[in-house]
């Protein structure tokens, strides 16, 4: 079946603008993650839902950043007033209740904060 | 979570053996090893994971040394699209994923 899709898969925004970064999971697939990868970096964990809840968000560095996925599957990434430091990959990933130790990723979206 | 180390980079030629250490002398009983890999400008991609017997599946086998504190991730038949950065974690549950610096290896034709 269809794996993790996340779009868009490049964003250029502009210092100050608003963007929101969209995730698909895999259908079923009750765990989604957000990370973010810094160029040359590994991936760094942002925040965590079941289903709706969103049950630990301690990665995300400032409250510029926002998550949610109100009906339990599609999830939001938003980040505000975007500075240049947000510039970095944001991967999604996601896992069943079956298998939770195994995440499914997708390609991730490549901002770029100019 | 304990915390894993991976030598910054490997090589190995194509159809032989890629062999890929990592430590994690910190493990604690009930954690696990994973190890995921990452393709250039693909997210990670899971591997293997195991708890202390060895464990292998159509990617790769994972041996675990008897005390736990390392662990050695073996590709058997390497090729080309092998090449990627290869992550070592330990963690208990079904949360987050830390990940390292990783193995960047490359395997030569």
């Known amino acids: 079946g269809a794996g993790v899709s996340q779009s868009p898969r490049y964003k250029v925004a502009k210092r100050g603008q608003d963007v929101a970064l969209r995730c698909d999971p895999i259908?079923?697939?009750?765990?989604l993650f957000w990370y973010q990868q810094a160029l040359g970096q590994g991936p760094e964990f942002l925040t965590y839902?079941?289903?709706?809840?969103?049950?630990?968000k301690s990665g995300l560095p400032s409250d510029r950043f926002f998550a949610e996925r109100p009906e339990g599957s599609v999830s939001t990434l938003k980040i505000q007033r975007t500075q240049q430091e947000d510039s970095a990959v944001y991967l999604c990933?996601?896992?069943?209740?079956?298998?939770?130790?195994?995440?499914?990723f997708g390609p991730g979206t490549r901002l770029l904060v100019l | 979570d304990a915390k894993t180390t991976q030598p910054t980079s490997m090589d190995c030629a194509e159809g032989r053996a890629a062999n890929l250490p990592c430590n994690h002398s910190?493990?604690?009983?009930?954690?696990?090893v994973y190890w995921y890999r990452q393709i250039h400008s693909q997210g990670p991609q899971y591997i293997i994971h195991?708890?202390?017997n060895n464990e292998t599946n159509e990617m790769a086998s994972l041996i675990i040394t008897e005390d736990r504190k390392s662990s050695t991730l073996i590709l058997p038949h390497a090729t080309l699209r092998d090449t990627a950065v290869y992550y070592c974690?330990?963690?208990?549950?079904?949360?987050?994923?830390?990940f390292g610096q990783g193995t960047r290896l490359t395997i030569n034709p």
């Open positions: 259908s079923g697939h009750v765990s």
């Open positions: 910190t493990i604690s009983g009930n954690e696990y």
């Open positions: 990933a996601s896992s069943r209740f079956t298998d939770p130790e195994t995440q499914y």
């Open positions: 839902f079941q289903n709706e809840a969103q049950l630990d």
């Open positions: 974690i330990v963690k208990q549950g079904a949360q987050k994923l830390v």
């Open positions: 195991g708890l202390k």
